[in-house]
């Protein structure tokens, strides 16, 4: 084996092991988004916006329910902090816990189960073997500051996403464009090919880049994964724009989530 997929190995081994982890993508159960006082299914407690306008949550439960918010029991009315460093640590079992997520000023509830029936039967993540020829050098076209994209989303909605630029690159006969999602220094690549639905993932996968400081981009497929969607129905991934939907296939990176039996986990 050379350097490079000595490094691809290494890289789809920790990326196989993460998605069983408490909090990986595998163990989420459920998102329920707040928006007033309400139940939330399979859990005890009602839940609603925080009074104070504080970011997070108000949680009401009795001892009876025996859900522990910072390793305190719950009796009555708490306020539920998060997201960010201050989160509060919410658990309803010895398996199921809980996080909180923001969007446009909305909270949620995610809840999260380390013995959830997909990481009980997952079998691991399905790649195409180490390929060379798909490590690929762009061209990196910035946009002007400020520039954004309604993004869809898989399960309705859409988002206003900033672009930083493009990335131009020739394959084959073809010269495309990618755009790039992100603010910070990785850059988000949201791509699909002609490979989903028969070979990969039928949503599309992921790529993240770091432009050069001389004004090219390189972006190794090997390292395409795939969207937190194929591992788990509660998460609400975008999809491809239109302009990131390649004309051809790229066979490299990752291809779908397994059961243990061999057969597709999600489809």
């Known amino acids: 084996m050379t350097e490079a997929s000595d490094r691809f190995a290494l890289f789809h081994s920790r990326r196989e092991a993460q998605a069983k982890e408490p909090f990986g993508s595998l163990a989420l159960v459920l998102t329920q988004w707040i928006d007033s006082e309400q139940t939330v299914w399979g859990i005890p407690g009602t839940w609603a916006p925080r009074p104070d306008g504080g970011k997070g949550l108000l949680l009401t439960a009795a001892v009876s329910d ?3 918010v910072n390793d305190q029991v719950v009796d009555g009315s708490v306020l539920i902090s998060g997201p960010g460093e201050d989160a509060s640590t919410i658990r309803f079992s010895e398996t199921r816990s809980g996080t909180i997520i923001a969007e446009d000023g909305l909270y949620g509830l995610r809840v999260w189960d380390a013995q959830s029936e997909w990481v009980v039967n997952y079998g691991g993540i399905d790649a195409y073997d180490y390929n060379g020829d798909w490590v690929v050098t762009g061209r990196w076209k910035p946009n002007p500051v400020g520039t954004t994209l309604d993004v869809d989303k898989k399960l309705g909605s859409s988002k206003a996403e900033v672009i930083p630029g493009e990335i131009e690159f020739t ?6 464009s990618l755009v790039t999602i992100g603010t ?3 850059l988000q690549i949201i791509f699909a090919d002609h490979t989903n639905e028969s070979e990969t993932y039928s949503v599309g996968r992921f790529l993240f880049v770091v432009p050069n400081p001389d004004g090219t981009v390189t972006m190794d497929f090997n390292l395409a994964v795939l969207p937190p969607c194929a591992f788990s129905y ?3 991934c975008p999809i491809p724009p239109k302009q990131n939907r390649l004309p051809f296939a790229v066979r490299a990176g990752e291809k779908n989530v397994m059961s243990r039996d061999g057969s597709l986990l999600h489809h």
Not at 171 to 176: A, F, M, N, Q, S
């Open 66 to 68: 025996g859900i522990t």
């Open 171 to 176: 394959h084959g006969e073809h010269t495309v």
């Open 184 to 186: 910070g220094k990785a």
């Open 234 to 236: 509660n998460f609400n």
